[in-house]
């Protein structure tokens, strides 16, 4: 009995002292060469670097990764310090949706079909952003912005791909419970908050299963060289 009680005791002092340090995480969220008007992709810095390892070389710019706001209605500062926590959900608008979080992955890993990732000159980088962040807001509760492309007059290629590979946007929308390995990035302006600053998008650490099974298939995609129609930004 005695044993069981240090355990338990124990358990508890863990989970205090975890709890604040989850809030003492910082990150900057900044405008990056890639973002639109009043979007991603945005250049993101977290402390400790947790998350750069995940992403792949042509989401990283400028020393950090490369993120999208999971809301419409909420505004960040761009290049001021903040507390971040993790989350599946917003708060708001419901869960972290799996044709977000797949598309994400693929943006983050360097295989999302058709996205300018090297910008050439005369590249359009920005405008694949503008088409990639309208996609996931809709994906993450039906969220729309002012002069964004209505994706459901099929001219978003990403909000098109995530609907045929979940079969309609019922299932695209549909929780992801960590699929893919995406969560929700909370930013807040203080430890105490509790409204926060704003949500982004992040990979988490997978222990590399993912990239083995997914890698080779996008890889052959990027060769193939995919074409989609193109808004202007």
Not at 3 to 24: D, E, H, K
Not at 97 to 124: H, R, T, V
Not at 181 to 187: F, N
Not at 212 to 222: P, R, T, V, W, Y
Request: hydrophobic fraction near 40%; include cysteine; charge should be negative.
């Amino acid at each position: 009995m005695k044993t069981r009680n240090v355990i338990l005791m124990a358990l508890v002092s863990m989970t205090a002292a975890t709890a604040p340090q989850l809030m003492a995480n910082n990150v900057n969220v900044d405008w990056s060469a890639f973002s639109t008007a009043v979007a991603g992709e945005f250049n993101t810095y977290t402390t400790p670097d947790n998350f750069l390892p995940n992403y792949a070389p042509v989401a990283i710019v400028n020393h950090g990764f490369a993120t999208f706001c999971a809301e419409t209605d909420v505004n960040f500062q761009p290049g001021q310090n903040y507390y971040y926590t993790l989350s599946q959900s917003d708060g708001t608008h419901g869960q972290l949706s799996l044709g977000a979080a797949y598309l994400y992955f693929l943006f983050g890993k360097g295989w999302l079909p058709g996205y300018d990732y090297l910008n050439i000159p005369g590249g359009s980088r920005v405008a694949d952003a503008y088409q990639l962040q309208a996609a996931l807001w809709y994906l993450l509760g039906g969220q729309s912005y002012g002069g964004y492309p209505n994706v459901l007059l099929g001219l978003d290629p990403y909000y098109n791909l995530a609907i045929a590979k979940f079969g309609g946007l019922a299932n695209a929308q549909a929780p992801s419970n960590g699929a893919y390995y995406v969560d929700i990035l909370e930013l807040w302006n203080n430890p105490n908050d509790t409204v926060p600053a704003q949500f982004q998008l992040v990979i988490v650490p997978d222990g590399g299963s993912t990239v083995l099974m997914l890698g080779m298939g996008f890889s052959l995609l990027s060769l193939a060289g995919l074409r989609y129609r193109k808004l202007p930004v």
